[in-house]
């Protein structure tokens, strides 16, 4: 594997300066091609990913396509203004000069794709790649090998493999790859794995992009409308069964809608998932676990939770043959517990009540920088008091999920959730470096060159102090 691993490598870095040179239309087209191959192939694609973990395909669509396809439609409609070159300001004390920009590609990328969202959080920043003009290798999950030999296909089928090339395998042949040296790393997954990443980028000095998590917080204050913050928040949840690097992971909620809170939150979950009567396991629209080690994490979570005093005050119900979590409500949970350590990843959701928002920002501000912060109020002081006092990669007001589809928004993280940003032109600068350029039009600056006489010196005096 190693040796198929280099030989692509060196293959793709030898065709990266060709690569560099294609125009805007070059690159559109190969663009193009994946577009038109998601677009003949949505069936497939909704059936690998039931295989993988029981995905509903509704939110195959909802959660890896309709986010993909804007991702291309984007690119492909901005990308001649993209690689144009940026006219940038000139100082006085630079005149007879002028300066432009340019983004040109950082050359051997390597994009290591997480197993939650296999399809788009492999494909979206290879839609980027291309953009900037990259050669690149894609490292799928072989947690859903489903879909992963299906992205192979897709591959395989669209590019040849000095432009693009899909290895799939384990760990060994994430490791295996991070020790090449690679001019980029596009990184989505955990924080631990994450700097694992950063540690082998730093041995090329690589430059790196980390889509990462945490435990992201939703605050619902005392002015928020409860049905409809309960009814974003199960939604932001569950959908894909908890597995959601942006899913609200705990909610905060104001003591004096609690009660109102939690029962709107229990009557939303039942009319999501089991609203004619049968439980939830049967419902064709909830996920499952991907494998029986996410599952018994999560188990162990809800167990150490009960353990220590939390209450589960709604669902609860377990199958281990299926990797299957009724969408589950924590009550009474404290700092102790792990399931408030650790980001839970699965279908389970702290609900603490706060008396004062400042309690609610010390509980948020005492953890990692969160990869995003849900805000549900109709008081825009309060808003601007949790933005002004907080710190996220994102955040959303009044409802949930929506930054991932917004192409116009940078997304990602900030320290412990993550480095650099994606989405529209910010993942195209991802993928570039910024090249500044400089030319002298006429005019020199001779006339500070040495020998330093009296007269050069008040010159240069002249210069630093007026100009």
Known sequence: MHDALQSTFDTQRQYARQMALTTAGQRIERIRRIQTWVNAHQTDIQQVMYADFRKPSAEVVLGELMALHAEIKHTIRHLNGWMKPQRLPTPLTLIGTKSHLLHEPKGNVLIIAPWNYPFVLSIRPLVSAIAAGNVAILKPSELTPHTAGLIRKMITELFPVQEVAVFEGDANVAKALLELPFNHIFFTGSPAVGRVVMTAAAKHLASVTLELGGKSPAIVDESADVNQAAGQIAWGKFLNNGQTCIAPDYVLVHQSIWQPFI?????????????????????????????????????????????????????????????????????????????????????????????????????????????????????????????????????????????????????????????????GFFSFQEFSNQRGVMQREFGTMKFIYPPYTDKVKKLIHFVVKYL
């Open 263 to 423: 029962q709107a939150l229990r009557t939303t979950l039942t009319g999501m998932y089991s609203s004619d009567g049968k439980p939830v396991e049967a419902s064709d629209s909830y996920a499952r676990i991907v494998n029986n080690r996410h599952f018994e994490r999560i188990r162990e979570l809800i167990n150490d939770a009960v353990r220590k005093g939390a209450t589960i005050t709604h669902g609860g119900q377990m199958n281990a043959d299926e990797n299957f979590i009724e969408p589950t409500i924590l009550e009474q949970v404290t700092d102790e517990m792990q399931v408030m350590q650790d980001e839970i990843f699965g279908p389970v959701l702290p609900v603490l009540a706060y008396a004062n928002l400042d309690d609610a920002l010390r509980i948020v501000n005492q953890r990692e920088k969160p990869l995003a912060l849900y805000i549900h109020s109709k008081n825009r002081k309060t808003v601007q008091y949790i933005l002004d006092r907080s710190s996220a990669g994102d955040t959303v007001v009044n409802d949930t999920l929506l930054q991932f589809g917004n192409v116009e928004l940078p997304f990602g993280g900030v320290n412990n959730s993550g480095l650099g940003k994606s989405n």
